[in-house]
């Protein structure tokens, strides 16, 4: 038929060992090697952060939380990625939990994390 628009044609190959995203609000990602393996106290470590995250999302948000949230993720992405957090890392979280120290008294998960963090 002469006025129907060709349609476009798109074939996808071997994709393995490749990072691509399709689409307006596509993102992609690439998670190449293996993960860091991870010892019993930076697994503690890993799960009181993803704890208090949760927690934390369902109090009041203050400057204070969201900062102590944001800090808790980026430790959080950094010891997933590499295996352990940098000590300047987690002496800002052992400022930022100081200054909400009414969030270790009232959250379980805070006063735990201060534990790990040897506060």
């Given at each position: ?31 190449h ?14 799960a009181?952060?993803?704890?208090l ?40 979280l052992r ?5 909400a ?9 805070a ?9």
């Amino acid at each position: 038929m002469a006025g129907e628009t060709p349609q476009p044609h798109v074939s996808i190959g071997d994709v393995s060992q490749s990072t691509f995203a399709i689409g307006s609000h596509a993102n992609a990602r690439s998670y190449h090697g293996t993960t860091p393996s991870y010892d019993e106290g930076t697994e503690r470590l890993l799960a009181a952060f993803r704890e208090l995250r949760a927690d934390l999302a369902r109090t009041r948000t203050t400057e204070l939380t969201a900062e102590l949230d944001e800090a808790l993720a980026d430790a959080e992405n950094e010891v997933t990625r590499t295996g352990s957090a940098d000590e300047s890392r987690l002496r800002r979280l052992r400022e930022l939990l100081t200054d909400a120290a009414s969030l270790t008294t009232v959250l379980a998960s805070a006063g735990t994390l201060a534990g790990l963090l040897g506060m």
